[in-house]
């Protein structure tokens, strides 16, 4: 039977096919879904901020690029998953309002896209595809039997990637 897990913000989880993860509300936070198809174990982190050194009170792992990304590995990787298989999809980090300033801290939605993108090309995770920034939220669903993802945005048709 197929369970539904819920991913929060600042939340991460890990399942095994046939279960489908899934994270509501993707405005400027980036969903990241990690998946190694030999053993189909997946892993989905919503991340809000895209660097825990820059922020006192950095205690949930999930909350951030950097950490959340290695916690969710390490948390597959207990499950069985194969660290040399992992493959992501991300989406998210959209810029949800309109600023006039070219202030950097203002950017968290690009900036946790270029933070996840950097990590994982780092930790040579290969990226299969991607649906980020532009101005509008997404819910997303990932499919541990086969590794879809799918994007739901309010008045937009449903997309897998």
Do not use: W
């Not at 991913?7 to 489908?20: E, F, I, R, S, Y």
């Not at 989905?44 to 951030?64: E, G, R, V, W, Y």
């Not at 290695?70 to 999809?89: C, S, Y």
């Amino acid at each position: 039977m197929q369970n539904t897990i819920k991913v929060g913000m600042a939340d991460l989880n890990v399942c095994v096919a046939p279960d489908v993860l899934t994270t509501l509300g993707l405005g400027s936070c980036v969903g990241i879904a990690l998946y190694d198809p030999s053993s189909k174990i997946s892993g989905m982190a919503h991340i809000m901020l895209p660097d825990s050194t820059q922020i006192k009170n950095n205690s949930n792992l999930a909350k951030f690029a950097d950490t959340g990304i290695n916690e969710l590995i390490a948390q597959m990787i207990k499950l069985g998953a194969n660290r040399n298989k992992l493959v992501a999809k991300i989406a998210g980090g959209a810029q949800m309002f309109a600023f006039t300033s070219t202030n950097e801290t203002m950017r968290i939605g690009d900036r946790n896209v270029e933070a996840t993108i950097k990590i994982l090309n780092n930790l040579k995770i290969n990226i299969l595809a991607q649906e980020t920034g532009a101005t509008y939220g997404r819910t997303i669903e990932f499919y541990s039997e086969d590794g879809r993802l799918l994007i739901k945005t309010i008045g937009k048709p449903n997309k897998y990637i």
